[in-house]
Nanobody
Framework: QLQLVESGGGLVQPGGSLRLSCTVSLDYYAIGWFRQPPRKEREGVSCVSYSGSTTIYADSVKGRFTISRDVFNNTAYLQMNTLKPEDTAVYYC????????????????WGQGTQVTVSS
């Protein structure tokens, strides 16, 4: 059974950093993150392929967020730097066979979500 366990998140001041992690219970899945700000729709943030060779970023986070993965532990990491108040959202990790499907919200499984709040 495909399950995702995510961790990280919290409260940080503008300009600060946080790291999210997401562990998938099965092999051969791309892993990504979506976020849902208050009163807005869920949007894609980033995705990394199973091998780690392919990554996707939303324009709003390019140059600030970095996604990576540990293939042996089926864990992906989202390093978030230079955080802004508009990054405040519930972040959900997601798994799908390939990033291009995940990016279309064709997701096999979701993590439980973690709150990221950027505020002074």
């Amino acid at each position: 059974q495909l399950q995702l366990v995510e961790s990280g998140g919290g409260l940080v001041q503008p300009g600060g950093s946080l790291r999210l992690s997401c562990t998938v219970s099965l092999d051969y899945y791309a892993i990504g993150w979506f976020r849902q700000p208050p009163r807005k729709e869920r949007e894609g943030v980033s995705c990394v392929s199973y091998s780690g060779s392919t990554t996707i970023y939303a324009d709003s986070v390019k140059g600030r967020f970095t996604i990576s993965r540990d293939v042996f532990n089926n864990t992906a990491y989202l390093q978030m730097n230079t955080l802004k108040p508009e990054d405040t959202a519930v972040y959900y990790c997601a798994a799908e066979s390939v990033c291009r499907r995940l990016w279309r919200h064709e997701v096999d499984a979701w993590g439980q979500g973690t709150q990221v709040t950027v505020s002074s």
